[in-house]
């Protein structure tokens, strides 16, 4: 079960599955999946599937679902894929990552939901 203790409401400045990591949009009121592991990423967009428009909340802090991108070992900090799915955040030597949590447990595999302590942050290979 998941123990989300604070959301913030926003626009969906494009569609965005469900359980899918997201990084402030174009303006202040909009989020969007994120894409990189050096985006803001801020938190995950939970119970719902937004269109493009319309209001989603957005999981900020507690322990939410999330969708990995790959298999994840519980204890990971995780970042985002290409997709806006949770993978283990490794970045190269000298290079910067943007986390949004930690594993509470594994995924065997991308595709999976699992629930992910919310803890922004950065981390650096």
Same mark, same amino acid.
């Given at each position: 079960?998941?123990?989300?203790?604070?959301?913030?409401?926003? @626009?969906?400045?494009?569609?965005?599955?469900?359980?899918?990591?997201?990084?402030?949009?174009?303006?202040?009121?909009? +989020? @969007?999946?994120?894409? *990189?592991?050096?985006?803001? %990423?801020?938190? $995950?967009?939970?119970?719902?599937?937004?269109?493009? !428009?319309? =209001? +989603?909340?957005?999981?900020?802090?507690?322990?939410?679902?999330?969708?990995?991108?790959? *298999?994840?070992?519980?204890? $990971?900090? #995780?970042?985002?894929? *290409?997709?806006? =799915?949770? %993978?283990?955040?490794?970045? &190269?030597?000298? +290079?910067?990552? =943007?986390? +949004?949590?930690? *594993?509470?447990?594994? &995924? !065997?595999?991308?595709?999976?939901? %699992?629930? @992910? #302590? #919310?803890?922004?942050?950065?981390?650096?290979?």
């Amino acid at each position: 079960m998941s123990n989300v203790m604070l959301f913030k409401n926003a @626009v969906a400045g494009a569609a965005i599955p469900v359980f899918t990591l997201v990084k402030p949009g174009a303006d202040d009121a909009s +989020v @969007v999946p994120a894409a *990189a592991s050096t985006d803001a %990423i801020i938190g $995950a967009v939970q119970e719902v599937s937004p269109a493009l !428009g319309e =209001r +989603v909340d957005v999981a900020l802090a507690g322990i939410a679902y999330v969708t990995a991108g790959a *298999a994840i070992v519980r204890g $990971a900090l #995780l970042t985002s894929d *290409a997709s806006g =799915r949770a %993978i283990a955040a490794a970045p &190269a030597a000298g +290079v910067n990552a =943007r986390t +949004v949590g930690i *594993a509470v447990e594994s &995924a !065997g595999a991308a595709g999976d939901v %699992i629930r @992910v #302590l #919310l803890s922004q942050g950065s981390v650096q290979g």
